[in-house]
């Protein structure tokens, strides 16, 4: 009986590994410089509107710094607003031109 658990637990660790690797071909960080244009989708939806005709997606933005791994700092293209600090699974590249 011991040997079919120690052989269950190889098989699972194989597995594991096998679905770890899988998993990381397809996972890849977006990198952005500072200047690039971004947008930022915008996941809260205010009471009385629904989903369905809200914008997504809000920007354009310049990216500022990166702040670290996963964060970046980001501004306004237009207007002084606020700074923002967003996570990279929020942002997506804008791609047009600068003349905005």
Same mark, same amino acid.
């Given at each position: ?13 194989? !597995?594991?590994? *096998?679905? *770890? ?19 930022? !989708?915008?996941?809260?939806?205010? *009471?009385?509107?629904? *989903?369905?005709?809200? /914008?997504?997606?809000?920007?354009? /933005? ?5 702040v670290?791994?996963?964060?970046y ?16 699974n929020?942002?997506?590249?804008? /791609? ?5």
């Amino acid at each position: 009986l011991q040997k079919a658990y120690e052989k269950v637990r190889q098989n699972k660790n194989v !597995r594991i590994r *096998r679905m *770890r690797l899988n998993y990381d071909r397809q996972v890849y960080a977006a990198e952005f410089k500072p200047g690039d244009l971004v947008w930022v !989708r915008n996941d809260v939806i205010k *009471r009385g509107q629904c *989903r369905k005709f809200t /914008y997504t997606w809000n920007g354009p /933005y310049v990216v500022e710094q990166k702040v670290n791994q996963a964060n970046y700092k980001i501004r306004p293209i237009k207007t002084k607003g606020k700074r923002l600090i967003v996570h990279v699974n929020r942002l997506n590249r804008h /791609y047009g031109g600068g003349d905005l």
